[in-house]
C-alpha cells in the first residue's frame, strides 16, 4: 500500500483535502471489491475498511493515517491468507473429485478387461467344440462352456452392482462435503448467524417472488468505544453473545444475519406491525449487560451493550439497494435522537 506519510508531512496543505479523500475511496472500494472477488474469504474486510475510512479526515494527526494504514495492511494480508487457504480447500475438493472419477474409470476397465479375458477364452473353445464330431463330448463340452459363460456373465453383473454401490457411496461423500462447503460458504464465521451473502440472496429471492417482507437493522451503539477500551478480542465477545440473544428474541421463520462489523440484519415476513413487535423484543430482551475477559485469570467485566434500530418496509418497485438505504436512515435517525437526549 502507498505510505501517505510523505504527503502529510508536506507544506503543500491544499492537497491534503483531495489526497485524503481518495484515500478513502480507495479504502471502501478495496474492502467491496476484494469482498466481491472472494465473498467467502471476506469476512469483515469490507465493513473494517469502511469504519477505518469513517475514522480518518483531512483533521487527523499524522500518527492516526499511519495507524489506519497499518490497522488497512493488517486486514488485506488476513484476507489474503483466508482467501489463499479457501482456494486451497476448493482445489483439493476438486482434485479428491477427479481421483475418484480416474479410480472409478479404471476399476470399471480392469473389470471389463477381466471379463473380456474370460469371454475371449470362451470364444476359442467354442470354435474348438465346433470342430469336434463326437456327439457325446460336443454335448458335455458345450453344456461346460455354457455353465461357464453363464457363470461369467452372472459376476459381469455383481461386479457392475458392487462398482455403481461404491461409486454411489463415494459421490454421496462427495455431496455431503459439497453440501457442507456450501452452507459454511452462507455462515457468519464469528457469530454462526447467516453472513452478508447469504442476507442478499434471501433479500432478492423475497423481492423476486414479490413477497412482503420488512428489514430491521441493529446497530451496537459505541462498539468503537468497546474495541478502542477493552481490545478487539473483547468486541468479537461481544459480537458473538449479542447475536446469540437477538437470534434467540427471533422468530423461528425469520433470517438474522451479520451485515458486516457491528451491524445486524433481521428479516421478517410481514408488515410494519410484526417489525415494532420484533423491535420490542430486542430492546427487552437483547438489550443489557454482557460480561467480557478482558485478561486471562482475572474477573469478568459486564459491559452495558444497546443498539440503534431502522426499520425499512419493502414495498413493490423497491430494490434492495432502497430498502437497506431506507432503514439505514432511520436506525441513524434513532442513533442522533439517543445522542441528544
Excluded at 421463520?253 to 451491524?263: A, F, I, T, Y
Aim: net charge neutral; with cysteine; aromatic share 4%.
Amino acid at each position: 500500500m502507498v505510505s501517505l506519510k510523505p504527503f502529510l508531512d508536506s507544506n503543500e496543505t491544499q492537497l491534503l483535502p483531495a489526497l485524503m479523500d481518495c484515500y478513502q475511496r480507495l479504502l471502501v472500494v478495496t474492502g467491496q471489491c476484494n469482498s466481491d472477488l472472494c465473498g467467502p474469504s471476506a469476512g469483515d474486510l469490507a465493513a473494517t475498511l469502511r469504519l477505518l475510512e469513517q475514522s480518518i479526515s483531512s483533521q487527523s494527526r499524522a500518527t492516526e493515517i499511519v495507524l489506519a494504514q497499518e490497522t488497512a495492511e493488517r486486514q488485506l494480508k488476513a484476507w489474503h491468507d483466508r482467501t489463499e487457504e479457501y482456494l486451497r480447500q476448493k482445489a483439493t475438493e476438486m482434485k479428491d473429485l477427479m481421483v475418484l472419477v480416474a479410480t472409478t474409470a479404471q476399476s470399471v476397465g480392469d473389470r471389463d478387461q477381466k471379463h473380456n479375458t474370460n469371454l475371449k477364452g470362451l470364444t476359442e473353445r467354442l470354435k474348438t467344440i465346433a470342430g469336434l464330431e463326437d456327439v457325446t463330448r460336443l454335448r458335455a463340452s458345450l453344456m461346460s462352456s455354457v455353465e461357464e459363460m453363464s457363470k461369467t456373465v452372472e459376476q459381469m453383473a455383481r461386479d457392475s452392482e458392487q462398482t455403481m454401490r461404491a461409486l454411489e457411496g463415494e459421490l454421496s461423500k462427495y455431496r455431503n462435503r459439497l453440501e457442507h462447503s456450501e452452507q459454511a460458504a452462507l455462515v457468519d464465521s464469528l457469530t454462526g448467524l447467516a453472513n452478508r451473502k447469504r442476507l442478499e440472496t434471501d433479500m432478492n429471492l423475497r423481492i423476486r417472488r414479490g413477497q412482503q417482507f420488512v428489514l430491521l437493522m441493529v446497530d451496537l451503539n459505541a462498539f468503537k468505544w468497546i474495541n478502542d477500551t477493552y481490545g478487539h478480542l473483547a468486541g468479537d465477545q461481544i459480537l458473538r453473545q449479542f447475536a446469540a440473544e437477538l437470534k434467540q428474541v427471533c422468530h423461528q421463520s425469520d433470517l438474522v444475519g451479520r451485515w458486516g462489523g457491528d451491524e445486524f440484519l433481521v428479516l421478517i415476513n410481514g408488515q410494519m406491525e410484526q417489525a415494532e413487535s420484533a423491535r420490542k423484543r430486542i430492546e427487552q430482551w437483547a438489550w443489557g449487560a454482557y460480561p467480557i475477559k478482558v485478561e486471562k485469570g482475572a474477573p469478568s467485566i459486564k459491559v452495558q451493550v444497546t443498539a440503534a434500530i431502522g426499520i425499512g418496509l419493502w414495498q413493490p418497485g423497491m430494490s434492495p439497494a432502497e430498502l437497506l438505504q431506507s432503514a439505514d436512515t432511520a436506525m441513524y435517525r434513532q442513533k442522533a435522537r439517543a445522542k441528544s437526549v
